[in-house]
């Protein structure tokens, strides 16, 4: 039998190994992207830029509309995240707490909706919108951006709250709580945890999503992922611009992911594996 | 008493209301248009009105090659997606629970293309697949795997496209798969392995007959959740090749949303959609009732 | 005296009223694809300047222009005032444009290429204002056209001296003669030129009208002559680059076009068919800045021959500011050649290329005119569902042709077929 510390070592080799295969895809993006747009394409191609070039960055200055797309992305972004809260924390709490016939369909319904391809209903989301006089507005995306993770945000929630002991509510109504009031003054100061990784999923779902923003959107409320994929023009793609792009759309968000990124991962395997 | 039950029931109910009225507005009613215009001859250009035309929309998708070929290629490219991602998620979350806490910085690396926008995944490996000026060849050739950079056309083969479009679904959501198991690894009693290894169990064994079996209900939400995901996949493929080389990589949404808004036959493209739909809900019930319902009969 | 007065009262109401009317300044709003913002946006300054009206530009990419303004035309919205439209959508768009007869004067139809003219109605109406014109010229390396070896060892081998080529013939020998093997590893270091499979549903298209085809895939009735005899000469001519010599990059799937341009600026093809654009955008720093030469488009049979790829201005009958928008293309058109120092260099107007084509690196607009000029340069049919015909039935005909295993003939059998189901005939 090999030594432990061999095997020990093979192990961490192996997962190294992983790690790099996986990393190197978005290094390579960072570093294609910090050459000139020429040498971007050279043939055959580097590894490392030779010469390290701002100049994909430079010409974003050139694009106002693509500087506005990201204002737009966080604008839209947090809008959904907020109509998602409001509307996903109470519906979520019945769900957890009350095992009632409409709590159940309830859910049974919000998994139903998972299966519900975007493209499908995105002509049907386009005309109610107009009816409504949404569209090209931040709300009327972030409402169809919510359509995604009010379902999304309703199951994460529910995890969370199963995890609360029945104790602390019932210990406030006996204290003369409402139910109402056990919620507000209970259940959401201690599911909190919960509810910022539920915002930050749903943040980021907006901050992703592309073909809603992109039936719906028009002047005013372009998102950066159809301003980055607007770099693919009729010629061919700008591809030393849509790097520099990619990777500033990409860094904000892997950067707040990292320093979050116990409570992250914790939100990721909460759903799936309590489910 | 009959006071209390009421206002508890009233309680939940009020609680549902606007999350319910959202998605009754926001999801209901645009599920319900959906139908409706696939009984309809609509055009893009005056979706309020159309002509009804009864079940003609569904014996035309039915009927057509182009649609079953799609199906088949969601489908394939649905397995091929899941199943690398199911290998080698499972394999990496077994090599982090082998390392214990020492795994933490890997993971937390690992973990990094899920915040990747699809967008940005699709773009970049189709960069990096492009023969000529692609990484990916120009390394296999270096490292003498392939003889020239161009001995691979990754997106231009129509027997290969469909797994080079998988390839960035791969990348971004293996650890996705990989960190929720590795979750459930965590949570596996470690007195069950330690009364396996009494019982004389080997290491293939124990995996077998103690951590699968526990795992299962993880297995089978990762599995349903992803396989969903994977099959209705749409601004990666369509940032890549658009469905192409001659449709070789089109799978539904991409037929979809191509005759829906490039051809504008919304309602032949309504009633493909309603029919991926339900195959969807059937499928997924389907998986369900495999993994989850081996799962507790054998326990 | 009091006539007199009253009356100038009155105009000076009524001028005074048109002065309030025409100073209301107003935001047009203008769907772009990028190529459409670096054209027009000096034009379109100068109009903001001289009016007081706002243009903003929507600029979306190539795909989008068509499915935002479907989906504007579906819903009724008034999002857009102006549209610039690739030439493939004006009849999709038809219905919904208003029509634009009144600025299309004698001299107007004059300075504009014919087959831009063509182009510009639907069915006997004007509804688009040609804003550039675009088609697919030779480019070629000065450096090896232009090499005295070369030409000597050009001339002892082919019979005739070494120029850019003008013919399908002389074509198909330059790109053998520059197929080279530079290192002797057995693999080709660089080719003659490239067979485009990546947008294969336009590419074989140039190749039959210069093959002599009255026009591609429908005639001006639009009946069916996607198998006469030119496509079938033309899809040949397209595929024998590929399938029957080895001179071009073999993943020919992969080659759209920006593959091409990069093939060719990466010194990887000897010369190849692009758009005329790209020539004043060659980089500074590509490493064969200097090199590159322009010349028209080759002949087949019937003569030199392209597909053109103008865009239109249109507006939209939705549009809530009519008048303003009319300014405005009127404007753009009068003021067109101010894209042409614009980074893709081009413009609709003849005068327009005239004034630059003796101006130094403008070297490609001479070939533009001269094979924007040809009769046989002709644009694609105007029928609503053109973009379903070029996916559903040119890009598979293309595709299958070029695994070099189809009898070309039958391939456009098939494509009759098809389009007989979608009800041509």
Known sequence: MRSPLASRALLMLLVALIVLVYGFPYAFLVSTSLKSPQAALAIPPTLLPQQLSIENYANIGEHPSVQRSFGNSIIIALLSTVITIALAVPAAYAVARYATWAGKTFLFVVLITRLIPPVAVGIPLFVIMRALGLIDTHLGVALAHSTISVPLGIWLLASFMEGIPRELEEAARVDGCSRFGALLRIIIPVASGGIAVTAIFVFLASWNEFLFSLLLSSTGVKTAPIAIAEFKTQYGIQWGTMTSLAVLFSLPVIIFSLLMQKRIIAGLTVGAVKG | MPVIRLTERRFVLLLLAPAGCFLAVFVAYPLLLLLRNSFYEVSLYALNDGVFVGWDNFVKALGSSRVRESAARTLNYTVIALSAEFVLGFGAALLFNALGKRSELLRTIFAFPLMIPPIVAGLLWRFMLIDNIGIVNHILETLGIIGDASDISWLGDRDLVLFSVALPNIWLTTSFVALVLYTGLQNVPAELIEAAKIDGAGNWQRFRRVTVPLLRPVIAVVLILRGIDAARAFDMIWIQTEGGPRFASEILSIHIYRAMIRYGNVGEASAIATLFMLGMVLASALAFAVIWGRGTSQS | ?425
Request: charged share 20%; net charge negative.
């Open chain 3, 1 to 425: 005296m009091k006539r007199i007065c009253l009356v100038l009262a009155i105009l000076v109401l009524l001028s005074l009223s048109l002065v309030a009317g025409a100073q209301d300044p107003v935001t047009l709003t203008v769907l772009v694809e990028q190529g459409g913002v670096w054209l027009q946006e000096a034009a379109a300054a100068q109009f903001e300047e001289e009016t007081g009206h706002t243009v903003e530009f929507v600029n979306v990419p190539y795909g989008s222009v068509f499915d935002r303004l479907s989906a504007e035309m579906a819903t009724g919205g008034s999002a857009f005032d102006v549209a610039t439209i690739d030439v493939v959508w004006m009849s999709h768009f038809a219905p919904f444009a208003e029509p634009l007869d009144d600025l299309f004067t004698d001299e107007v139809v004059d300075d504009l290429f014919a087959s831009l003219v063509a182009d510009a109605q639907i069915d006997g109406t004007f509804i688009g204002m040609p804003t550039w014109a675009n088609t697919e010229i030779i480019f070629y390396r000065k450096d090896m056209w232009e090499d005295a070896d070369e030409m000597a060892a050009f001339e002892a081998e082919y019979g005739y001296p070494l120029a850019p080529p003008t013919t399908w013939d002389e074509f198909t020998d330059m790109a053998q003669f520059f197929t080279r093997d530079n290192d002797g590893d057995g693999e080709i270091d660089m080719y003659g030129t490239d067979v485009k499979g990546g947008v294969a549903d336009f590419e074989w298209m140039i190749a039959v009208l210069q093959a002599g085809s009255p026009g591609v895939v429908l005639d001006a009735d639009n009946n069916i002559i996607i198998d006469n005899d030119a496509h079938v000469a033309g899809l040949e001519y397209y595929i024998s680059h590929h399938c029957d010599m080895d001179v071009a990059p073999p993943n020919v799937n992969e080659v759209d076009w920006g593959v091409a341009e990069n093939l060719f600026y990466q010194s990887q093809t000897a010369m190849f068919r692009f758009w005329g654009h790209a020539y004043r955008l060659t980089r500074g720093d590509s490493p064969i800045a200097d090199l590159v030469g322009a010349a028209p488009m080759i002949a087949g049979p019937g003569g030199i021959g392209a597909i053109p790829g103008p865009w239109f201005n249109i507006v939209p009958k939705t549009s809530q500011n009519k008048e303003e928008a009319l300014q405005l293309v009127q404007y753009l058109y009068d003021h067109n050649a101010m894209g042409i120092e614009a980074p893709l260099g081009l413009a609709a107007r003849k005068s327009a290329y005239a004034q630059y084509a003796d101006v130094e690196g403008f070297e490609n607009l001479n070939p533009l005119l001269e094979t924007l000029d040809s009769p046989q340069t002709i644009g694609r049919p105007a029928v609503a569902d053109w973009q379903q015909i070029a996916d559903e039935i040119l890009g598979p005909i293309g595709s299958d042709a070029l695994t070099c295993e189809h009898d070309v003939a039958e391939l456009l059998a098939w494509g009759r077929a098809e389009l007989e189901a979608m009800g041509y005939e």
